[in-house]
């Protein structure tokens, strides 16, 4: 039988209504009504209760106490606003309001199932007021359209990162994990296998701007870009013919040379010999720097393997913003144009399987406000990726210092708990899906709750994401736990060592 909890009043709208309830709904709940022969979906937005005798000037707190004594619940109602979702079937907002007594009926299972259960789909968790509903959702629009998963630190935004590749490793998908914090790296997935991936780049393969980044050759210094590209040259060509064992070496050899060359000419040529040395000196300096990414001259690029129907994971922790910038940008960008080729001329090199690429702490790279590298090409496989089956998953706690212009090629957000009003007014302007309704939920989601929406759910939903069944990662440290264990270590150090001195004596 219909669980009717309430009926409208009051002047309705085709998008909201208000309703008047004896019972007790709670917000968030799922309901339906039934109007022009249509079955028309909804949420309760707001609740408020109110008595019928006690009025708003009533200030005596005795007399409150007495009449509600007296009077007990039958005096009180509740006044809520429901949002509609549209109609079960299409989900078309209707044209008209909802008449005025229309029943507001508790959503069926059935109906939630219909809703939220994409036979497809992933299932990262179930509806938040109804814990029975499974919600799924659709994979291809997911890694085709983009992601976000974007909340305040301590929200469940590496958890429902891990239940997302989880459920994709089920599904056999290819994924790369940017991991920032080597948390990835650590977690064990049930579903499928992992790829640890040693963030190294062969000199060979970085291309004259990712030298002049990394060297630090200011676009100014037109000298010393001349002789950064000329000793770039005289390496590619020693390699072509198999006669550079130290790429970068025969780089700083080059500017050496030409160095000594300039400074046997006296002083007529000494700006050139300054700019070769300096070539030569930030070069070494590179080498050094970089040493744990740049050593290995025998390894493959980072693309050729990568492995399919793997989470492939590159480890970043320990590098530094520049080298993090090169690193990812270098991958995203061949990966962008290898899929290219794979989808249009066949040239090689080709990538021959899609891929959902995961940058943990997108706001670092993909910045608002400063430019670097990879910004540019995360913008592009937003804006591009789609028709090449590059997708990219952009996590962040700080949602305001996210690129807009990524931001908002993201047809797909999660977002867990969110406090601060400029995180929230940046994600609205730059994501028109995110309704006022849905961001005054945002603050008072609890760890793990999330609201989901775009093309990958029919509708926007609250969800209570799964808590991730691996090995768990990213915990907060139990640093009691640690104290306790040193302490009681040392004391038993103390104890053996007490117990050594006195079978001295
Ligand atoms: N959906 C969830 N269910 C249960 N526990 C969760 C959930 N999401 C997060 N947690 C817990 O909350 C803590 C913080 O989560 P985490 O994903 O690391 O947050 P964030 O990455 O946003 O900083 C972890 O201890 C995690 O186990
Ligand atoms: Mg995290």
């Not at 305040?152 to 459920?167: H, L, P, R, Y």
């Not at 630090?216 to 006669?243: F, H, M, V």
């Not at 070494?284 to 970089?290: C, G, L, Q, T």
């Not at 530094?320 to 040239?347: C, M, P, Q, Y």
């Amino acid at each position: 039988m219909a669980d009717i909890i309430g009926r409208c009043y009051g002047e309705t709208e085709p998008h909201k209504v208000a309703f008047i309830s004896k019972k007790t709904p709670a917000v968030n709940e799922y309901v339906y009504l039934e109007y022009n022969g249509r079955t028309v979906m909804g949420i309760i937005d707001t609740l408020l209760r109110g008595s019928f005798t006690l009025s708003d000037d009533l200030l005596d707190e005795d007399a409150i106490g007495k009449i509600v004594d007296i009077e007990g619940m039958s005096d009180q109602y509740i006044r809520g606003e429901v949002t509609i979702l549209g109609d079960i079937n299409t989900l078309e907002i209707p044209r008209t309001p909802a008449p005025i007594g229309t029943p507001i009926i508790r959503a069926t299972i059935d109906q939630l199932d219909q809703l939220f259960h994409n036979n497809e789909g992933i299932k990262i968790g179930t509806v938040l007021s109804q814990p029975e509903v499974d919600v799924k959702l659709d994979v291809n629009k997911m890694v085709s359209r983009h992601l976000g998963i974007l909340a305040m630190t301590g929200a469940g935004k590496s958890n429902a990162t891990s239940v997302i590749i989880d459920e994709l490793l089920l599904l056999g998908g290819t994924i790369l994990v940017f991991d920032m914090h080597s948390e990835y790296g650590k977690t064990k997935f049930n579903n499928g296998s992992k790829k640890s991936i040693d963030a190294k780049i062969n000199p060979r393969y970085l291309n004259i701007h990712e030298y002049k980044r990394l060297a630090r050759i200011p676009d100014s210094a037109t000298n010393q870009e001349r002789y950064l590209r000329e000793a770039y040259d005289y390496a590619k060509k020693l390699d072509k013919n198999g006669k550079c064992s130290s790429f970068i070496d025969s780089m700083i050899f080059y500017a050496n040379s030409k160095a000594n060359e300039f400074g046997e000419e006296g002083n007529k040529n000494k700006s050139h010999e300054d700019a070769a040395r300096q070539v030569e000196f930030k070069l070494d300096d590179m080498k050094r720097i970089y040493h744990s990414i740049l050593d290995k001259t025998d390894v493959d690029d980072i693309v050729n393997i990568l492995e399919v129907g793997k989470v492939n994971i590159i480890s970043l922790s320990s590098l530094d913003e520049i080298a993090t910038d090169i690193i990812v940008n270098h991958v995203l960008s061949e990966i962008l144009r290898r899929r290219k080729n794979a989808r249009t001329t066949g040239e090689e090199p080709t990538l021959d399987f899609p891929i959902f690429n995961i940058i943990e702490e997108a706001h670092i790279l993909a910045s608002q406000r400063r430019d670097t590298r990879s910004k540019k090409t995360i913008s592009r496989i937003a804006r591009e990726g789609r028709k090449f089956g590059v997708g990219l998953c952009l996590v962040s706690q700080s949602p305001k210092s996210l690129d807009s212009e990524s931001l908002s090629q993201l047809n797909n957000l999660i977002i867990l708990r969110l406090v601060e009003p400029s995180d929230q007014a940046h994600v609205q302007k730059s994501s028109e899906s995110l309704s006022e309704d849905l961001l005054k939920k945002l603050p008072s989601l609890n760890v793990g709750e999330a609201v989901v929406l775009g093309q990958m759910t029919k509708v926007p939903t609250l969800v209570k994401i799964d808590e991730f069944k691996g090995t768990t990662i990213g915990n907060d440290l139990d640093i009691l736990d640690i104290w306790r264990t040193a302490k009681r270590e040392k004391e038993e150090r103390n104890k053996q060592n007490m117990t050594e001195i006195d079978e001295l004596f």
